[in-house]
């Protein structure tokens, strides 16, 4: 079992950008894919992100591509969203997953793990 932990969200302006961590522990990283996700008020947890279990595939949704980066650091067990040009339409609790299939998708469905989010808010 692997026991996830988000951090690094915060209130910023329109324009913005935020680092989001999630630091893994219990089991190493490189045994799962990894995904993000948000979830804003009244709206349906929404994929954001994800990357395979060795980095070389990454796939972003249509409403962050290009603004938004993943990534992962094995050895440091953590995977991170950098989050450029924030809207206020981003503005979610963001969740990392874990997907015991080394190449995870956009369902949250198919994620095993899930930390307790972090809050993302994007002033106008």
């Known amino acids: 079992q692997v026991q996830l932990v988000e951090s690094g969200g915060g209130l910023v302006q329109a324009g913005g950008s935020l680092r989001l961590s999630c630091a893994a522990s219990?089991?190493?990283?490189?045994?799962?894919?990894m995904g993000w996700f948000r979830q804003a008020p009244g709206k349906e947890r929404e994929f954001v992100s994800c990357i395979n279990w060795s980095a070389v595939s990454t796939t972003y949704a249509d409403s962050v591509k290009g603004r938004f980066t993943i990534a992962r650091d094995n050895a440091k067990n953590t995977v991170y969203l950098q989050m450029n040009s924030l809207k206020p339409e981003d503005t979610a609790v963001y969740y990392c997953a874990a997907d015991k299939s080394l190449w995870p998708g956009k369902s949250a469905m198919n994620y095993d793990y899930w930390g307790q989010g972090t809050q993302v808010t994007v002033s106008s």
């Open positions: 219990g089991r190493t990283l490189s045994r799962y894919g």
